[in-house]
């Protein structure tokens, strides 16, 4: 059974850091290409940042230079890395996993497979 595990949402201030955590099953860990996504209240679930099957890296525009997506294979575990958070980081974040190799960004929802159940990040300033 395919299972995705957030963890580590918070709430910080303005200018902190969180690490955001996705425990995944290990058959998916290594063959699909794996997305954080975030939905702040009443705007629509959008891409952050994505970890294709070979490594490669992509962010939105929002976020780069500030997130980093990396994962642990002993751990089987997708990380994002949050520094100099600002409110309008504020969200529900969604690890996500994809059959495909390659995920886009600007992300499309459809091209994920599994969600986990969220994790919510509050920044106030």
């Known amino acids: 059974q395919v299972k995705l595990v957030e963890s580590g949402g918070d709430s910080v201030q303005a200018g902190g850091a969180l690490r955001l955590s996705c425990q995944t099953s290990?058959?998916?860990?290594?063959?699909?290409?794996m997305g954080w996504l975030h939905q702040a209240p009443g705007k629509e679930r959008e891409g952050v940042a994505a970890?294709?099957?070979?490594?490669?890296?992509k962010y939105a525009d929002s976020v780069k230079g500030r997130f980093t997506i990396y994962r642990e294979l002993a751990k089987n575990t997708v990380y994002l890395q949050m520094n100099s958070l600002k409110p309008e980081d504020t969200a529900i974040y969604y690890c996500a996993a994809s059959r495909g190799q390659f995920c886009s960004l600007p992300a499309r929802l459809s091209e994920y497979n599994y969600w986990g159940q969220g994790t919510q990040v509050t920044v106030s300033s």
């Open positions: 290990g058959w998916i860990y290594s063959t699909y290409c």
């Open positions: 970890l294709d099957s070979d490594g490669r890296v």
